[in-house]
């Protein structure tokens, strides 16, 4: 079956410390990938996505994800965050189909 | 840029009730996407329509049923509300083979059932 697994449900990080988000995936064909971010009482707002080419993508606001093949991966990184930053961050997979699967979701909070 | 509209923002049922909730796709865009997430939760696929046709079917109780009009403009009817129907439903749309199927979520509409 289909399945998004994001392994970090809560981090909690200082500012200006660097973030990965862990993203894997189970999906047996082409996919596409997607990081959504939802701030506090907001809708999902795009983050950046992989369709295809270089696997290492750049999105908004200084994110930025590889997506790695062999293991079934898209990490979300940052190098730097900031207190702003303070969302959840959720990973999507499509298969070229009308369904979106996301993942549970990773909570991030930035202490200023 | 126009996004997705949704409507309306806010809405509060009592149990049994019924309610209808309107999502207005990015002009040009084929493809409607309804999710659910309750307090807390992930967003959850509930149906899909590709050019006025179901494509997809999640998680949608029975007592919902959602269609795609001829504009492109879809509608969520929700029966029979129940507590735990409460949630922000999200409305997203897409342009079919467009940039990996993109879907763009609009703001949601959160319903609460009293």
């Known amino acids: 079956a289909q399945s998004v697994s994001q392994h970090n449900h809560h981090v909690i990080l200082s500012e200006a410390a660097s973030l990965e988000l862990g993203c894997n995936y189970s999906?047996?064909?082409?996919?596409?990938l997607f990081w959504y971010v939802q701030y506090p009482g907001q809708h999902l707002q795009l983050l950046l996505k992989y369709f295809s080419g270089d696997p290492l993508v750049k999105g908004i606001k200084g994110f930025e994800a590889e997506f790695i093949k062999s293991k079934f991966s898209f990490n979300l990184r940052k190098p730097s965050v900031q207190w702003s930053d303070t969302a959840e961050y959720f990973c999507?997979?499509?298969?070229?189909?009308?369904?979106?699967?996301f993942g549970t979701g990773t909570r991030l909070k930035v202490l200023a | 840029a126009a996004g997705v509209i949704q409507s309306p923002r806010h809405l509060i049922k009592e149990k049994r009730e019924t309610a209808t909730l309107k999502c207005y796709p990015i002009?040009?865009?084929?493809?409607v996407y309804w999710y659910q997430q309750g307090p807390g939760q992930d967003p959850q696929f509930l149906i899909s329509f590709y050019e006025k046709m179901q494509s997809d079917k999640g998680s949608i109780p029975d007592r919902f049923s959602a269609q795609q009009f001829s504009d492109y403009h879809s509608e969520l009817n929700m029966s029979s509300l129940e507590l735990g129907d409460s949630a922000l439903y999200f409305c997203a749309s897409s342009l079919q083979g467009a940039s990996g199927n993109t879907i763009y979520f609009g703001e949601g509409s959160w319903l609460t059932v009293v």
């Open positions: 999906y047996g064909g082409t996919v596409n």
């Open positions: 999507a997979v499509n298969g070229g189909t009308y369904k979106y699967i």
């Open positions: 002009p040009r865009h084929d493809t």
